[in-house]
C-alpha cells in the first residue's frame, strides 16, 4: 500500500509537471504570434494590390499578390531629388558608425563601472538604472539646442553622436563583466597589464555573447533613426526618413511605404539570425563565474 500511494503521488506531481509545460508553451506561442502579426501583416500589405487596400473588412492575406509596390518603390527612387541608393548609403553609414561607437563605449564604461573602485560607482550604476526609465523624447529640445550650439546641424554628427552613449548598453555589459571573477583582474595586474590593456585583451574576449547582443540592439535602433529632427539636408536624410515621407503621401501610396518598410526589415533580421545563438546564451548565462 505505501508503494501505491507513493506511485501514486510521482504519478501525480508527473502529470502537474506535464500540465505547467503545455501551459507555458501555449503562452510561449500566443505570444509569438502576437509578435509575429505585425511582420507578417507589413509584409501581406506591400504584396497587396492598390484596390485591395479599399476592401473592408480588410483581409489577412492578398487575394491577388504582386510584386508591383516594389518595383514602384524603385520607379519613385528614381525620380526623387536624392536617389534612394543615397538614403541607403546614408542609413547605412550612421547605423555602422552608431553600433561600433556604442560598442566601444559602452564596453569601457561597465568595465569602469563593474570592476573600478572608486567614490560614487554606487551612484553611478544607479543613475543608470533610474536613466533606464526614461524616454529620449524627454531631452530632445535640450539635445537640439546643444547641436545647435555646436554646428552640427544638417551634418552627420547630429545624428550619431546622440545615439553613441545609451544606458541600456552600459547597463547590458556591466552586468555581464560584473560576473567575471576579481581574482582574473588582481591576476592580471600582477604580470604587470594596465587597466586598458586588461580590458581588452583579458575582460572582452570574454564578452562576446553580451557583445553580439548589444551589437543587435545598437544596429536595430541606429537603422531606425529618423533624420528629420536634425538634418533638414535632402541628400543627408536617412531611409527610414524617406520611408515615413512615403507614407504621408496618402493612403494611394500605402503599398509603396510597406514595400519600402518590408526592405528595411531586410538589415535588422538578417543581423539577428547571425547573432541569434549569442543572444541566447547571453541570457541565460555569460561572463565567467568562480
Not at 509578435?35 to 507589413?42: F, R, T
Not at 510584386?67 to 536617389?83: C, E, G, I, T, Y
Not at 494611394?252 to 543572444?279: D, T, Y
Amino acid at each position: 500500500m505505501p508503494e501505491e500511494k507513493k506511485l501514486k503521488a510521482s504519478s501525480g506531481r508527473a502529470g502537474k509537471k506535464h500540465a505547467g509545460t503545455v501551459m507555458i508553451f501555449i503562452f510561449l506561442l500566443v505570444l509569438g504570434i502576437f509578435m509575429i502579426l505585425p511582420v507578417y501583416l507589413a509584409v501581406v500589405m506591400s504584396l497587396k494590390p492598390s484596390q485591395e487596400w479599399f476592401i473592408f473588412p480588410p483581409k489577412l492575406y492578398a487575394m491577388d499578390p504582386t510584386l508591383d509596390n516594389f518595383r514602384d518603390m524603385f520607379r519613385s527612387a528614381d525620380r526623387l531629388w536624392v536617389p534612394f541608393s543615397r538614403y541607403v548609403a546614408n542609413s547605412v553609414l550612421v547605423t555602422v558608425s552608431v553600433t561600433l561607437a556604442q560598442c566601444f563605449t559602452a564596453s569601457m564604461a561597465a568595465f569602469v563601472l563593474a570592476k573600478g573602485k572608486f567614490r560614487g560607482s554606487k551612484f553611478l550604476n544607479s543613475v543608470i538604472v533610474v536613466s533606464l526609465l526614461y524616454q529620449s523624447n524627454v531631452i530632445y529640445i535640450v539635445q537640439y539646442m546643444v547641436i545647435s550650439k555646436l554646428g552640427m546641424i544638417d551634418t552627420y554628427l547630429a545624428l550619431i553622436l546622440p545615439n553613441i552613449a545609451t544606458p541600456v548598453g552600459v547597463f547590458l555589459m556591466r552586468q555581464s563583466i560584473s560576473q567575471i571573477p576579481d581574482a582574473v583582474i588582481e591576476a592580471a595586474k600582477v604580470d604587470g597589464a594596465g587597466m586598458f590593456r586588461i580590458c581588452w585583451e583579458v575582460v572582452m574576449p570574454n564578452q562576446k555573447p553580451a557583445l553580439m547582443t548589444l551589437v543587435i540592439f545598437a544596429f536595430q535602433a541606429a537603422w531606425n533613426i529618423q533624420s528629420n529632427t536634425y538634418v533638414f539636408d535632402e541628400s543627408l536624410k536617412t531611409l527610414p526618413t524617406a520611408v515615413a515621407q512615403a507614407a504621408a503621401s496618402g493612403i494611394a501610396r500605402q503599398g509603396v511605404a510597406m514595400a519600402a518598410a518590408v526592405f528595411m526589415l531586410i538589415p535588422p533580421v538578417i543581423v539577428f539570425m547571425a547573432a541569434q545563438k549569442n543572444v541566447i546564451e547571453t541570457m541565460a548565462h555569460s561572463g565567467i563565474k568562480d
